[in-house]
Structures are given as C-alpha cells and as structure tokens.
Nanobody
Framework: QVQPVESGGGWVQPGGSLTLSCTAS????????PAWFHQAPGKERQQISC????????YYVDSVKGRFTISMDNAKDMISLQMSSLNTEDTGVYYC????????????WGPGTQVTVYS
C-alpha cells in the first residue's frame, strides 16, 4: 500500500512503554526516508524521529531522546518506534511519513495510531 498503516497504540500509565509499528510499500522508494510524527491534541503534527534505510542511523527530536528508539525492517517495509518512560505530553496520534516533509502540504498520511498516557 502507498499510504502507511500504523498500529500499536493504546492506553498506558506514565512511565509505561509501548511499541508502534508502521508498514508501507512506499518505504522502498529511493527518495523516501521514513519518519515518525506526533500530533498532540490541539497542536500541529511534529516530526519526532527519522531513520536512514541504508545504515539505520537515527534522528530524534530533543523531547524523545533517550526514551524512544526507532528501528526498521527493510525486508518487511516496516518501521517501529519503541517508546518508554511515557508521560502525558506523549499523548496524541502517531503517524509515519517522509522525513523532512512539510506536514501542512503533505496529504498521503495513514490513519495514525492513538496513544493515551493517563494518570
């Protein structure tokens, strides 16, 4: 499928962990560097992590460094996001998409997966 399909969201208490997954055949395309985005309630979608398909080097936004780990299975066209030490600010919908994209101009988003951190 061209549009990604995200999964793995759920409800978790602060300090808890979740692992998200995203699959998309578009990951095969040379120009496409996969990334995870987070959209908190009432806020703009924000890129939080990217991963290189060649050497799997990763980029993280400061707010998730040390808590989230992105990985990729090239054979399965799948990326994952291991999230730990979750806090209420991590609540929101998580999407995957191309690294560096203008979130206001890109329209090939998947449905996303909801993460709710509740206390």
């Amino acid at each position: 499928q061209v549009q990604p399909v995200e999964s793995g969201g759920g409800w978790v208490q602060p300090g808890g962990s979740l692992t998200l997954s995203c699959t998309a055949s578009v990951f095969k395309r040379d120009y496409y560097t996969p990334a995870w985005f987070h959209q908190a309630p009432g806020k703009e979608r924000q890129q939080i992590s990217c991963i290189s398909k060649t050497d799997h080097s990763a980029y993280y936004v400061d707010s998730v460094k040390g808590r989230f780990t992105i990985s990729m299975d090239n054979a399965k066209d799948m990326i994952s996001l291991q999230m730990s030490s979750l806090n209420t600010e991590d609540t929101g919908v998580y999407y995957c998409g191309p690294c560096g994209v203008n979130v206001n101009l890109y329209h090939s988003w998947g449905p996303g997966t909801q993460v709710t951190v509740y206390s």
